[in-house]
């Protein structure tokens, strides 16, 4: 297959929820983290593509991946700041440049929603999506700053 033959992604819609479901879950189970299953996140995807502020794109046909973008107010800027949740690909479809595909496209989203930001966090161990990223421009510091930026969180339940 050509690259160009694969950079065919297109916008999930709630019916697609099932789809996005099935590969994000089993995105969560190839890295062993916990999931809630293609059941309980078909649900709340179904109502969170319909809305503003998730969009889901699907790469292949039949859908072999899927990356998720939030987009959010911020006071820093007029547009949205977008985040880049989820980025999988089948690991039997990878080196097809479905990732590409769909990193492009969601810059691309992110851009025509008025976003000035794409973030993304990666596992400081995880060296190869690092590379990935890194390879498309995106970095990990600040314009003149030499150290990276950190990400924290804290679970609230």
Request: proline share 4%; with cysteine; hydrophobic share 40%.
């Amino acid at each position: 297959m050509e690259a160009d033959d694969v950079t065919a992604v297109r916008q999930a819609t709630s019916s697609d929820a099932a789809v996005v479901a099935e590969l994000l879950d089993a995105f969560n189970r190839e890295f062993d983290t916990p999931s809630p299953g293609v059941e309980v996140l078909t649900a709340r995807l179904r109502k969170l593509i319909a809305g503003d502020h998730l969009v889901a794109l699907l790469a292949g046909e039949p859908a072999v991946g899927v990356a998720v973008l939030s987009l959010r107010s911020n006071v820093w800027c007029d547009g949205p700041v977008a985040a880049l949740d989820e980025l999988y690909v089948r690991p039997d479809q990878r080196g097809q440049r479905f990732g590409h595909a769909m990193l492009e496209a969601a810059c691309r989203l992110a851009r025509e929603r008025g976003a000035e930001t794409l973030e993304i966090n990666v596992d400081g161990e995880d060296t190869d999506t690092r590379r990935f990223y890194e390879a498309h421009g995106f970095t990990n510091s600040e314009p003149g700053a030499t150290e990276p930026m950190f990400y924290y969180y804290r679970d609230l339940t």
